[in-house]
C-alpha cells in the first residue's frame, strides 16, 4: 500500500527556468531505476515554481529515495539553480489511486 510521500518545491532563479526543467526532465530515467519509488512526478507549478511529488510504501522506502541520486543530484545543482534552497516535506498520504 502507497502511504507516504514526498512534495518538493522548488523556486528557479531567474533566467534559470529552462535549466531546472531540463534537470527535472533529465532525472526520470534515474527515478525509474528506484524500485521503492512507486510513483515519481515532476512538476511545474509557474513561469519560475516547479516541484517533485513522488510516493512511497514505506519510510526505509522514502529514505533511500531522499539519500539516493536524485536528491543528491539536485542538491549539488541547488546553488546554481534555485532562488533558495528546495522545500522538502514529508506527507502522509490519505487516499490514492493506482493505475492496475
Known amino acids: 500500500m502507497v ?55 514505506d519510510e526505509e522506502g522514502r529514505n533511500a529515495h531522499l539519500a539516493g541520486p536524485i536528491a543528491a543530484a539536485l542538491m549539488a545543482k541547488a546553488g546554481e539553480l534555485l532562488s533558495q534552497p528546495p522545500v522538502i516535506e514529508k506527507v502522509d498520504l490519505l487516499a490514492v489511486k493506482l493505475p492496475g
Do not use: H, Y
Not at 512534495?7 to 533529465?26: I, N, P, W, Y
Open 3 to 57: 502511504k507516504l510521500a514526498l512534495l518538493v518545491r522548488l523556486e528557479a532563479k531567474a533566467g534559470k527556468e529552462t535549466e531546472v526543467a531540463d534537470f527535472l526532465e533529465s532525472a526520470l530515467p534515474l527515478a525509474n531505476q528506484e524500485s521503492r519509488t512507486v510513483a515519481w512526478f515532476a512538476l511545474r507549478m509557474g513561469p519560475s515554481t516547479f516541484g517533485v511529488f513522488d510516493a512511497f510504501a
